[in-house]
């Protein structure tokens, strides 16, 4: 067992880190195409800002869930539904924080539904693929 996995209690496990790098991308993918086509991508605090629920709400739930946990470093089957029920807490609670008047957006239905739906399906996707690529 891995440092950071006894450290977590085998919540994190070293060889499903590399997972992190399509988990993360996928959320900010699709803020920043939100952005982009509502024409807000001009101001770095804004932007962060915009990003911020939702790392936030990530790095909550992953451990929770499990996203990078033994299991996902052993197979697609494993990990697909592991990011993806992490994905949900962290949409719930970046939803919640995005609802505060602190994040800037606010909360329309159209949002939520969108951004919960393609993240979910993107971080899927790229870990199918990672161990299409992987192994």
């Known amino acids: 067992m891995s ?3 006894e450290a977590t209690g085998g919540r994190v496990e070293m060889a499903a880190l590399p997972l992190t790098i399509g988990d993360l991308a996928a959320i900010i993918a699709v803020l920043t195409y939100g952005m982009i086509d509502h024409n807000t991508f001009v101001d770095p605090t804004h932007i962060l800002m ?3 629920p939702f790392i936030i709400g990530w790095l909550i739930a ?3 869930v499990g996203a990078y946990s ?4 052993e197979s697609a089957k494993a990990a697909i539904p592991l990011g993806v029920r992490s994905w949900v807490v962290a949409a719930v609670i970046g939803f919640a924080l995005r609802w505060t008047p602190v994040f800037p957006g606010g909360l ?3 949002f939520v539904a969108i951004t919960f ?4 399906v993107l971080i899927g996707v790229w870990r199918w693929l990672f161990f299409k690529i992987v192994g």
Not at 70 to 73: C, D, E, H, P, V
Not at 117 to 120: K, P, Q, S
Request: overall charge neutral; proline content about 5%; aromatic content about 10%.
């Open 3 to 5: 440092a950071i996995s």
């Open 50 to 52: 915009v990003y911020a």
């Open 62 to 64: 992953f451990p929770i």
């Open 70 to 73: 033994a299991g996902a470093a």
């Open 108 to 110: 329309a239905g159209a």
């Open 117 to 120: 739906v393609l993240v979910g």
